[in-house]
């Protein structure tokens, strides 16, 4: 039978080179080097400041299909063990309450997080030329879309599962009033996707992920486990093991741009910045939510903080980019101060400002404020003090007509918000390196705690226009203002936060905020 | 209950908005607007809560209003002023181009943004000015980024020291 001359074409051809029967993974990696898309109009919207080297390697060298294979795997363990062994075992109830309150923050926190870093990924794709790192990039743009789903999964099954599902669900409809979500959107959001694709990077990457993922992925499984929670290192680690690729990604941008002119002109400024941006809020967040947001400890904040920010991260990552010019930043030393006693300080304020948070808050037993005693000798007198005079006020009773909120007014501490990291802070009451600074510009007043902040916000003004909720409520009664920002369960008057996790303990409702009679005062304007 | 969603200043500026009836005056509104209550420079703060909302609205009806007037050549050419969009770009970038002064260069970009942000001029045209204004606006901004000492940078920027602990 005659043949086509397609088919004898395609016959000649397959007799002088066979077609594999089989394919390693290296051999295509080494075939994908040899794409040739074309990427000379290929930018972000902003271009960015550094040129990055066309013949960047990457050093995971994963292709597509066999990165789709290993997650799923991953996948698979993960929803398989959440779904039947955890569930069966009632493993969400199991969990210790305050530390259920930490993962309604943690999770949806870090859910934004992750959402974000599809994004900033997404921005480095469009801005690399090098084949092998845009296919490093398109990985952890896949990891992060993953990590999202996991993110809300969490909460989800803590809420179908759990022991208190208001807060896991739905906890973004308190966005306009809860005094922590303005700086998390700072972190996760601004300083990922806003301006300059290797500044964000830098951010994300070198600092976020390089920085803090040890901080707060892996030693949150630790302080999970310790409080009963096995969901989250199910899940935590799951995330943590696709970290290593976006450190990696982190450390070849920099080894993309380290030839660049503009490396040496704007590199350690964008690290300093980036840096500050991320542990002004990671430092006293996290510190919190680990020490203040348990009842068995695992070891004390500022140990963690040394090991993996300054040692870990300050000390032997960024030396190792010493070689491409990168220096350990300028404000890491004013950092290790904060992180001493800067989460101390965020919860005396974070528990004076319960009623418009979305989780519940608990005040230290007498056991752990020893614990707090041993391992931050002074601590008693300035905080466990005050927690006994407001738990002796009858702070956790809606009949007591007690706010903590009222103590700082009655002592005359006002509360201020930063206006460049959007964390509140008492400058009259604190042990932390905050000070006080507040610059007025075109009639409109401004306060921050740091001068690093101060410097960013007078290189940038426009950057930083986002209100507080001091300036934005003045004048409004609180049951008002939680009323209006959704701050209520779903029967309508009972808050989702409360000031105790005890079950039978009363829980507050906007009657009981209303008796009150507290109205949002705009501090600045005293000044 | 007037509250920060709803309230009677947005009811007030709802009325105004809903008399503007063409694209010359919608234009004129919409850029005084902005240039009166918007930006770091604004010169007037009554509006703090509900300005960017009411300028949402305002943008919104304007949109409405172009696409009314505007046949399809001039919708994607002409900003609402009538002037050739890509000429007004093209002088923008060329200010920019010869600006080497991190302050003159954020006013460059802020009142671009003022004076143009869609819909007065076409998307098309606005986005690739942006990115070409705000790239060279953020290298200016990060050259000799410690150069001055905040004492020195508060005075640079124009700003009065309330309180410094």
């Known amino acids: 039978m005659a043949i086509s001359s397609a088919t004898k074409a395609a016959t000649d051809a397959l007799s002088v080179n066979r077609a594999p029967v089989s394919v390693g993974a290296q051999e295509v990696h080494k075939w994908m080097q040899s794409f040739t898309w074309d990427f000379d109009k290929n930018r972000t919207k902003y271009s960015t400041k550094y040129k990055m080297a066309n013949d960047t390697k990457e050093q995971?060298?994963?292709?597509?299909?066999?990165?789709?294979?290993?997650?799923?795997?991953?996948?698979?363990?993960?929803?398989?063990?959440?779904q039947d062994?955890?569930?069966?075992?009632?493993?969400?109830?199991?969990?210790?309450?305050?530390?259920?309150?930490?993962?309604?923050?943690i999770s949806n926190f870090l859910e934004v997080g992750e959402y974000n870093a599809i994004a900033a990924t997404g921005m480095l794709w469009d801005s690399a030329s090098?084949?092998?790192?845009?296919?490093?990039?398109?990985?952890?743009?896949?990891?992060?879309?993953?990590?999202?789903?996991?993110?809300?999964?969490?909460n989800y099954y803590f809420a179908k599962q759990g022991q208190d599902a208001a807060g896991h669900n739905d906890a973004r409809r308190t966005r306009a009033i809860g005094p922590l979500w303005k700086g998390m959107k700072r972190v996760f959001s601004d300083g990922f996707i806003s301006g300059d694709a290797v500044e964000c990077s830098i951010n994300l990457q070198l600092v976020g992920e390089a920085c803090f993922t040890n901080p707060l992925i892996?030693?949150?499984?630790?302080?999970?486990?310790?409080?009963?929670?096995?969901?989250?290192?199910?899940v935590f680690l799951s995330i943590e093991t696709d970290e290593l690729r976006h450190m990696a990604n982190g450390y070849q941008t920099i080894v993309s741009i380290a030839n660049d002119e503009a490396a040496?002109?704007?590199?350690?400024?964008?690290?300093?910045?980036?840096?500050?941006?991320?542990?002004?809020?990671?430092?006293p967040v996290l510190g919190m939510m680990f020490e203040y947001g348990s009842h068995f400890k695992v070891e004390p904040w500022v140990k963690t903080w040394n090991r993996w920010v300054y040692e870990d991260w300050g000390g032997i990552w960024i030396g190792r980019l010493g070689k491409y010019g990168v220096e350990s930043p300028a404000s890491l030393r004013d950092a290790k101060k904060d992180a001493y006693w800067a989460h101390h300080d965020l919860f005396l304020l974070a528990y004076a400002l319960w009623p418009t948070g979305f989780f519940r808050v608990t005040l230290p037993t007498a056991e752990e404020a020893e614990w707090y005693e041993a391992n931050y000798p002074g601590w008693y007198d300035m905080y466990g003090k005050v927690y006994e005079e407001w738990r002796s006020r009858g702070c956790e009773d809606p009949n007591s007509g007690f706010l903590p909120l009222q103590w700082f007014a009655e002592n005359n501490h006002p509360i201020y918000i930063d206006r460049v990291s959007q964390v509140p802070f008492c400058p009259s009451y604190c042990k932390g390196a905050s000070t006080l600074r507040v610059l007025e510009f075109n009639g409109k007043k401004h306060s921050f705690s740091d001068p690093w902040g101060e410097r960013m916000w007078l290189s940038e003004p426009e950057r930083y226009e986002c209100q507080n909720i001091f300036e934005q409520y003045e004048g409004r009664e609180l049951s008002e203002v939680i009323a209006e920002g959704h701050g209520v369960r779903s029967d309508g008057f009972t808050l989702i936060s409360q000031p105790h996790t005890n079950k039978d303990g009363k829980l507050w409702t906007l009657d009981d905020i209303k008796k009150i009679g507290c109205v949002f005062a705009d501090p600045l304007k005293a000044l | 209950m007037a509250n920060i969603h709803d309230n009677p200043t947005r009811d007030e500026w709802m009325k105004k908005i809903a008399g503007l009836n063409s694209v010359a005056n919608g234009h004129a509104f919409l850029t005084a607007f902005r240039a009166k209550h918007l930006s770091p420079f604004k010169t007037d703060f009554s509006l703090e809560l509900d300005g960017q909302w009411i300028e949402c609205k305002i943008e919104e009806k304007v949109a409405l209003l172009k696409h009314a007037e505007f046949s399809d050549t001039q919708f994607l050419n002409n900003c609402t002023c009538g002037q050739d969009a890509q000429k007004v770009a093209n002088a923008a970038v060329a200010k920019m181009d010869a600006c080497t002064n991190m302050y003159e260069a954020e006013r460059i970009h802020v009142d671009f943004r003022l004076a143009c942000k869609p819909p007065i001029m076409p998307v098309n045209v606005f986005m690739d000015t942006d990115r070409l204004l705000g790239t060279k606006l953020m290298e200016l901004r990060n050259t000799d980024y410690y150069a001055l000492p905040l004492e020195e940078l508060r005075k640079v920027r124009g700003v009065k020291v309330i309180t410094l602990q």
């Open chain 1, 60 to 82: 995971f060298k994963l292709i597509a299909k066999e990165y789709a294979r290993m997650e799923s795997v991953k996948d698979e363990r993960q929803f398989g063990s959440l």
């Open chain 1, 85 to 105: 062994v955890l569930t069966r075992v009632d493993a969400a109830n199991r969990v210790h309450p305050k530390w259920n309150e930490s993962m309604k923050v």
């Open chain 1, 130 to 154: 090098a084949p092998e790192q845009k296919n490093g990039y398109l990985g952890q743009v896949m990891d992060e879309i993953r990590h999202t789903n996991q993110c809300g999964y969490i």
């Open chain 1, 218 to 234: 892996v030693a949150v499984t630790e302080w999970a486990s310790a409080n009963g929670d096995e969901m989250t290192p199910t």
């Open chain 1, 264 to 283: 040496s002109k704007y590199l350690n400024t964008d690290l300093n910045n980036a840096f500050w941006t991320q542990q002004k809020y990671f430092t």
